[in-house]
């Protein structure tokens, strides 16, 4: 191939490349949810969805739930990698749901790639105040020694056998070398009504979801299951102080499918890194109780494949499964 030619294909290959983002003003990115609309990832989505608008043009939000969040992974991971369909990837369908499911239409290792993190919520170990008053818990240590004391009398609840709080409470129970049952209930919603009523003694739950039951004395918060302490709960230290290591925190992030060009990629991660660290985003997902946490497409990619690693225990020892 002579200069000239290899020049004019070169040419043409960068326009390729970068066609589908430079279009963007006039066809509009889809951003695929993998869960109803009106949840803590739908409204982050939507939030930042407004921020990039100047930078990559119009995004679409494309809720598509069900199964666990497999059918909107599904659609992201078989969409075309060019950029204009892109979706939200989270600890269920990235790191949990792989080992919970005997079939899955997706590879959550294969099938994306990754954009940025997005943000990241604790989960918090909440107890029913009425019930800590009773039985005088008023730390980990103090629930740990009473479960020692009173050998399967506890149990806690959670929304689901796989779920976050159900795997977090079978590591709690390892490290901390106790006995609870584990009640499933269908969402987290019914597992904190549960809770509440004290038909369950604890539960690790979403922080956000627990917040205003906190505040409103109904529930003592123990511990957060990150690594460090949550500004949202001063005072209340994490579960890692007691178990050096311990983190559990729901995170998600944007994905791209596999095969999408680099450029492409770069180019969004720039525009939503720079809107995750606007400062009206860490506002909004502040009342949220959700951290932005922006990276590298690099850096995202090995956080899940960390978090894959890790849920691949913790589900293998629960012995959860759903099919």
Same mark, same amino acid.
């Given at each position: 191939?002579?200069?000239?030619?290899?020049?004019?294909?070169?040419?043409?290959?960068?326009?390729?490349?970068?066609?589908?983002?430079? #279009?963007? #003003?006039?066809?509009?990115?889809?951003?695929?949810?993998?869960?109803?609309?009106?949840?803590?990832?739908?409204?982050?989505?939507?939030?930042?969805?407004?921020?990039?608008?100047?930078?990559?043009?119009?995004?679409?939000?494309?809720?598509?739930?069900?199964?666990?969040?497999?059918?909107?992974?599904?659609?992201?991971?078989?969409?075309?990698?060019?950029?204009?369909?892109?979706?939200?990837?989270?600890?269920?369908?990235?790191?949990?749901?792989? @080992?919970?499911?005997?079939?899955?239409?997706?590879?959550?290792?294969?099938?994306?790639?990754?954009?940025? #993190?997005?943000?990241?919520?604790?989960?918090?170990?909440?107890?029913?105040?009425?019930?800590?008053?009773?039985?005088?818990?008023?730390?980990?240590?103090?629930?740990?020694?009473?479960?020692?004391?009173?050998?399967?009398?506890?149990?806690?609840?959670?929304?689901?056998?796989?779920?976050?709080?159900?795997?977090?409470?079978?590591?709690?129970?390892?490290?901390?070398?106790?006995?609870?049952?584990?009640?499933?209930?269908?969402?987290?919603?019914?597992?904190?009504?549960?809770?509440?009523?004290?038909?369950?003694?604890?539960?690790?739950?979403?922080?956000?979801?627990?917040?205003?039951?906190?505040?409103?004395?109904?529930?003592?918060?123990?511990?957060?299951?990150?690594? !460090?302490?949550?500004?949202?709960?001063?005072?209340?230290?994490?579960?890692?102080?007691?178990?050096?290591?311990?983190?559990?925190?729901? @995170? @998600?992030?944007?994905?791209?499918?596999?095969?999408?060009?680099?450029?492409?990629?770069?180019?969004?991660?720039?525009?939503?890194?720079?809107?995750?660290?606007?400062?009206?985003?860490?506002?909004?997902?502040?009342?949220?109780?959700?951290?932005?946490?922006?990276?590298?497409?690099? !850096?995202?990619?090995?956080?899940?494949?960390?978090?894959?690693?890790?849920? #691949?225990?913790?589900?293998?020892?629960?012995?959860?499964?759903?099919?």
């Amino acid at each position: 191939m002579n200069r000239r030619n290899l020049l004019l294909t070169t040419l043409a290959t960068a326009a390729a490349l970068a066609s589908p983002l430079a #279009q963007a #003003q006039d066809a509009p990115i889809r951003l695929i949810v993998p869960y109803a609309p009106g949840g803590p990832l739908d409204v982050t989505a939507r939030a930042l969805a407004e921020r990039v608008r100047d930078s990559l043009g119009t995004v679409i939000i494309d809720n598509k739930g069900g199964a666990g969040g497999n059918i909107g992974a599904d659609a992201v991971a078989k969409a075309a990698p060019d950029g204009m369909t892109i979706g939200i990837a989270a600890t269920a369908t990235h790191a949990v749901n792989p @080992w919970l499911y005997s079939r899955m239409p997706y590879d959550a290792a294969k099938d994306f790639a990754g954009i940025t #993190q997005m943000v990241r919520v604790p989960n918090v170990l909440v107890i029913n105040a009425d019930k800590a008053e009773r039985l005088k818990i008023h730390s980990v240590a103090d629930l740990i020694a009473y479960a020692k004391a009173n050998p399967a009398k506890l149990n806690y609840g959670s929304g689901g056998n796989g779920s976050a709080g159900h795997l977090a409470g079978e590591l709690f129970k390892q490290r901390a070398g106790i006995f609870a049952l584990h009640i499933p209930y269908r969402g987290g919603n019914p597992a904190q009504l549960a809770l509440l009523a004290g038909e369950v003694d604890f539960n690790i739950d979403n922080l956000a979801t627990a917040a205003p039951n906190i505040r409103a004395g109904k529930l003592k918060a123990l511990a957060v299951t990150s690594l !460090q302490a949550s500004p949202a709960l001063p005072g209340v230290p994490p579960l890692s102080s007691t178990f050096p290591g311990f983190a559990i925190d729901t @995170w @998600w992030g944007l994905v791209a499918p596999a095969g999408t060009p680099k450029p492409v990629i770069d180019k969004l991660n720039k525009a939503f890194v720079a809107a995750l660290h606007a400062p009206e985003t860490k506002t909004r997902f502040a009342s949220l109780l959700a951290e932005p946490v922006a990276t590298t497409p690099e !850096q995202f990619d090995a956080f899940m494949a960390a978090e894959r690693s890790k849920y #691949q225990k913790l589900v293998k020892a629960s012995g959860a499964t759903v099919d």
